[in-house]
Structure formats: C-alpha cells, structure tokens
C-alpha cells in the first residue's frame, strides 16, 4: 500500500477487498471500483422502445458500460422522462487534480476582531451589493446582517468591522464609487441570477471598471453566490469567490488575512 | 382538524388591522401615481408602443404621463388631458397618443373644451375599457361551467398545484406550461425577468429574453393565456395563468392582466417596499388601485409574506407573517376584495433540523386556515435550506406536500428539487408533479381525519405565534405603519417614506383630479 493506493475507511483486512485507487478514481456504488453511478434525464420524444434504447445510447456515448435504463416515463405529450444507471469506464488520476483555492485558514468572530485591533490597528471597511438586474439579496443579507447565518454572525456585528450593505439591482459604478467614498477595504458582489452567464458578465463589467479608474489594487475584491466559486471569481479579475455554505466568519477571515498580507507586502 | 385559539385576539389583530389601514387610506385617496394614469390609459385602450431610436419599443401611455409631468399639469388626471385633445382635434385616443409619442402634440398647449364634455368623452372610453374586463370575467365564468375547476372554496378539493415555468422565451414557456398541466399543475407563473420590477413603463410586444424569466407583456399575457385555453380544452380541466402586479408598474400590469383574464396576481402591499426598495408610498397607492381592478376581474391575489422567512429566521419570525396578513387582508378589504379571493402567502422555511420543526410547520400552517377560513391561502415551498441536494429536496418537498394538503391550504406552489440551482428543468418539474399528485391523492382528506391534542406542542406553538402577531401590531398602531416599516418590523429590513425608487411619481390629486377608469371601477364594485 501507498500513499496513493490504500484500504478504505474500516476495511477489514482480507484479499476480497479492494483498495482505494488515487492514481484512477472512480465512483464507488456497491464495491470499489464498480463506477456505478445513476443518470436522469428527458428526451423529447413519446416513450417507445425507440426512446428507450435512445436513452441507453446517450449513456454509451458518455462513457457509461452496463447500461440500464431502469425507467421510462411519459412525462407529457411529446416528452419521455429517463432514470438510467451505468458504470462509468473513466477515472481520474486523483494525484494530479489541483484547485485554486481561498487563501485563509477559517477563525471564529473574537479572533477576527483581535487580530483586526493587533494588526491593522483600525476597523476595516466592508461594502457589499447584489449588482446589475440581479434583486436576490438572502446571501448578501446573510453575510452582512447582524443576525448573520446558520448561528454565525454577520459582519454588521463585528465591532471592528464597518460593514455597509447597498442591497440589490446597485450598479457596478455606483458600488465603485460607494466604496471610495467610504474609502472601503473590500468590496463583495453577490450574484445569484445566472442566465446568459450574466453573474459572470457583471463580475468582468465591474473589474473592467474598476481597472478603468485606477481602482483595482485599491481593494480586496470578492463575490459570493451559489454559482459562484474562487476560481471562476479569479478568472473575472477578482481577488476570491466564494460559494454555497459560506458564512459570514469566512469572508472576513479572508479580508483579514489578505490586508494582513498586503500590508506586510507593503513593509 | 382545528386549533383552539383565542378569538378575541383574532378578532383584536383585525380591529388594529382596521385602524392602521384608516390612516393609510386617507393619504391613498388624495394621491396618485404615474403607474395608476397609465394604467387608466390602457384602459381607455392607448395600447401602442413608438420604437426609439435605440429600437427598443416605449408605451404610449408612458409618453403621454412622461409629457404631462414635464408640463406640470398631470395633477388633472392624465385621462382629462387625452379626452380634452380627442375633442378638440376630433381625432381617436390612440392617434392622439401617437401624435404625443412623436412629439407633435403638447396636450397641456391645446385650449381647454367644457368641462362635461371632455369628461364624458373619457367617461365612454372608460366604459368601454370595463366592460370588456367584466367580458373577460363572464368568459372565465363560462368556461368554468364546462371545465373542471381544481378550486374549490371550501377546500374539500386538495390545494391548486402551481408551477413556474422560467425559460426566458415565452414561446418555450409554452411548451414547458402546457408539459406541466398535462402532468398536474393547475396554475401556471410565467416568470418576469429579474429587472422589470424596477423599471416604469411595461415593455411592448412578445420577448424571447430576461434574466431568470422573461418581461410581462401584453402580448406575452395573450400568447400563453391561448396556449392555456387550449391545453384546458383538451384536459377538460381548467389551468390558470399567473404573472406579477408588483414593481414600479404594479396597477398598470394588474390593467393588462384584467383585460387578458389572468386568474392570478402576486400583489402585495408591502412587498415592494420591503424587498424592491420601491417608496412606501408609491406602494400603497398602486396596491389599492391594483386590488380594486383585481376585485372586478375576481383575479386571486397572492401576497408575498413567504419572503419574510428568507431573510428572517422562520421559527422566530411567524408572527410577522401573521401580522402583515391580517393587514394585506385590510388593504384587500378595502379596494373592495372578498376574502375568497385572497390568497395570503406564507410559507415553510423552517431550518429542516430544527427538532419538532415538521410539527412547528403543521402548526402555523393550521393556524393561518383557521385564522382565515374563507381565503385560498398560498403556500410556499422550502427555498431557505435548499442547497443542492436533490434527492433532500425532494423528501423534504414531500413533506411540505403533506403539511399542505392535511392543513387545506389553497394555493400550493410546487417545491423543486432543483431549488437553488436552476429554473426548473422539464423533467424537475415532473418529478415534483408526480410527488405531489401522490400525495394530495393519497391524503385528500387527511384533515378531516385529525385531531390535534389539546396543549400539545402543535396548539401552544399556534396560540404563542397569534399572542406575539397581536403584540407586533399594537406596536404597529401605536406607531403607524409608516415608521414600523422604517423600525423594521417585517423581514428586518428598514424603509424611509420618502425613500426608495418611484417616489418621484407619487402626486398630489389636484382639486379637480379626474380618472373616469377608478370611478368606473367604483361604480361596478359598489354595485356588486
């Protein structure tokens, strides 16, 4: 056994068990190894054999062997409704895969506010906004609102925090602006609506501006929402995204640690 | 399956209900706003649209209202001004219009005619207008003589099954809402696009494009309310069509929505301020005039007190949603609503893990039937806790089906198990359908099969939500709601009453203010 190839989790230690395969993962549903895995689906088309082998087909082409389409349903005129399960003959080399990540280790609320009072020596300053059409504001609100998320305060409650909440449909400009006049430390657009991809188009919009006025290094840029993730965010220019699950004490353990960095930088 | 509460306390929320909606009354009839002479117009049939430059298509009533602003002199009434240049040019309201759209007429320049003549002019294009609203009623009427009607008023049927269909392209919404009632729903939501809420004037013509849905137009209304008639036909069941009297052009859509029999609009009183950031004012005002075109059309309202618990904790936030109830009920009231019309929202948003939270739920959902006995209350489905785990989802949907069918809610809007990720797939909402038809089926009558405990957990936590609701709006009347809202009473959040957007369109009813449309509808309300 390596580092890359080991037993799972409680195996007993016996030749019929198999070890965990690093170097070519593959979905575990009944043994290791076995890629099972279940796929659903809806063709346009009534429901006949056709449609039926139609549906395993599709499950060949993406990969799937041991194809079965265990259900086949009218959903309405016109429309068949698919439950299909097969073994996938793909694996990934687990060893290999990397994934830009936030750059923070999580701290809870009293050490964020001790280490913004020992080391930045001032109360940071935090804007937020849903931006462009966009009018959802629960994750902007969950970050920001004293109440804050899941028992996890927001950053309206953190005494060394000002945190100023512009709520929804803001556009990019105006929260550009806001946060001069307020000579913020970190901006944070939250995005729900992702039709057209325009969640991404409003992160690049903004950056673009931002870049326009001399603004980008002015800032910690972030975005939030629960098709956002940090490395799509660093691909529109930002500096960190965050996504589904997120609380508000995450958020500010970044900005924390990146203007401790910056600052440190600066030295 | 009923609880024990206090009925005097009921009877306390109502009367306070009463007194807050007094005051607000008064400042609504001085009033009006931009949005309600535009709706007035399109009632009188101005019904056109100009192309810009840019060759995006702007209304002709917003060019008329836009031009009597600018002169100063919409205080009249935009209604006196179109019928005093019919008149005087003795030309139709729609030339007129067009004229003023291409910027070659002022009406404000054209010589004042008598006074009863022009308001007689107004008053038969007003007419006009009306009777072909109350038309659109008899229709449904007539219709539902034929098709089967999934409403029933004493809820002895399981609620209306609503979906939403979001595609952004009305001709795919079609597909995907005709797909929908073949596998159970009954009421169909086109949703808007995100922006339109804010934007004050009602885009023109069909729209294959929106962020998160597409715009409410006349057109769209027309393209899926015949795609409806005809699935209906063909099911021998009738589907009802909703969209949206909310926003900057709340009374205008709640117009549009009359004249293509819509059966459904959410249209709330406060929701706009709260969650648009839309002038309180400005709210209040287009709500009245919204629900009076609603109470003529008998179009159900929906009220939007389900988004109260996505901001606001659901356990500890029952009575806000209990509250604002008992005062969108009055607002209804008075513009001439009946109760049966009124689906009160409200929603189940509790965290999931909360321990007893399936009985918390079954309680506040009872609770708001007995409240509200004749008002086909909407029940919305878990969004808050929904993360991404379908297969979560579509238990706990299940469960929220439960607690709707055995608690006779009216109005069930479909969980998704996709909440939270996408706008429904086809097949999303197939799966939920079938849920659903399981469960409404399987436990048609649950509720009257029921019997809670006396003092079990399910009464008390009922009686602690009415006792708190009673509390919240004594504070309410002893401060008036304009500052409750600014002290955030509902959802946490704070308004101003000169803040917020469309505050500028909000005016002062000139003494000799004249709108025919609201008198018609007056007239028709009060004879019923």
Known sequence: MSKDSFLPYGAP???????????????????MNDGRMQVNFTLPVEPSPEAQEAAAELMRKMGF???????MQKASEGFSFFVGYGAINHSVDFTKITVLKVETVFKGFDEINELIRTKIKRKIRIIGATTGFDAHTVGLDAMFNMKGYKGDYGLERYPMIEAKNMGAQVPNIELLEAAIKM????????????????????????????????????FIFISGGPRLSHPLSVECGLDAGF????????????????????????? | MKLRLNKTQIAQCRSIAKVVSRDVGKMISQHSTVAIERSALRVMGICGAHKKADGQFYPHANAIVDQLEKDNVLARGASFWLANAMLQLEKSAEDVAALVAEDKLRLSEIPLQKKAAVEKTARALAKAGVTKIVEQKKNRKNLLKHLDDPHDPSFKKPPMKYVIVASGNIFEDVVQARAAAQAGADVIAVIRSTAQSLLDYVPHGSTTEGFGGTYATQENFRIMRRALDEESEKLGRYIRLTNYSSGLCMPEIASLAAIERLDFLLCDSLYGILFRDINMKRTLIDQHFSRMMCALSEIFINTGEDNYLTTADAVENGHQVLASQFLNERFALDAHMKESFMGLGHAMEMNPWHPNGILLEIARAQMTRDIFPKAPLKYMPPTRHMEGDIFFGHVYDAIFNLVSVMTKQGIHLLGMPTEAIHTPLLGDRYMALKSCNYIFGGAADLGDELIFRPNGKIEKWSQKVLKESLQLLKKIERIGLYRAIEEKCFAEVSRSLTGGKGFKGVFEKHAEYFNPVQDALEVELVKR
Do not use: F
């Not at chain 1, 062997?65 to 259900?71: A, C, E, G, L, R």
């Not at chain 1, 970190?186 to 870049?211: F, G, P, R, W």
């Not at chain 1, 997120?246 to 440190?264: C, F, M, Q």
């Open chain 1, 13 to 31: 230690n016996h030749s019929s068990v198999k070890p965990v395969d690093l170097k070519n993962l593959k979905p575990y549903g009944d043994a």
């Open chain 1, 65 to 71: 062997v041991d194809v079965k389409i265990v259900d």
């Open chain 1, 183 to 218: 000579n913020a430390d970190a901006i944070m657009v939250s995005q729900v609506v992702t039709e057209k991809d325009c969640h991404i188009n409003n992160l690049k919009d903004l950056m673009v501006l931002a870049d326009k006025h001399g603004w980008r290094d002015r």
């Open chain 1, 243 to 267: 996504g589904t699950g997120t609380l508000p004490s995450h958020v500010a353990s970044y900005v924390v640690d990146e203007l401790i960095r910056r600052l440190e930088r600066k030295k």
